[in-house]
Nanobody
Framework: QVQLVESGGGLVQAGGSLRLSCAASGIIFRINAFDWYRQAPGKQRELVAGITSGGSTNYVDSVKGRFTISRDNAKNTVSLQMNSLKPEDTAVYYC?????????WGQGTQVTVSS
């Protein structure tokens, strides 16, 4: 079983920065990709950014140029550096790991951006 634990959420003013981290632990054979999702109140969960084991990345248009996803394959961790935060970035952010046979989710971390 794989567990994902996120950290780094909090309250920040618009224009500020936060860095989210996610650590995978347990019996890990291979994590093919990590993603960050977010869900704002009353909205569907959306993919924010993803990164493959080879380092290829993708971002939703609304965060391009502001967010950067990175991973450490040796430590099975993924981070999301969020700069120039906007009130519309307020949401619960979830880490997801895609293994060989299974998909794993973290418990989520709240990010609140005040105007």
């Amino acid at each position: 079983q794989v567990q994902l634990v996120e950290s780094g959420g909090g309250l920040v003013q618009a224009g500020g920065s936060l860095r989210l981290s996610c650590a995978a632990s347990g019996i890990i054979f291979r994590i093919n990709a990590f993603d960050w999702y977010r869900q704002a109140p009353g909205k569907q969960r959306e993919l924010v950014a993803g990164i493959t084991s080879g380092g290829s990345t993708n971002y939703v248009d609304s965060v391009k140029g502001r967010f950067t996803i990175s991973r450490d394959n040796a430590k099975n961790t993924v981070s999301l550096q969020m700069n120039s935060l906007k009130p519309e970035d307020t949401a619960v952010y979830y880490c997801r790991a895609i293994g060989v046979l299974n998909v794993y989710w973290g418990q989520g971390t709240q990010v609140t951006v005040s105007s």
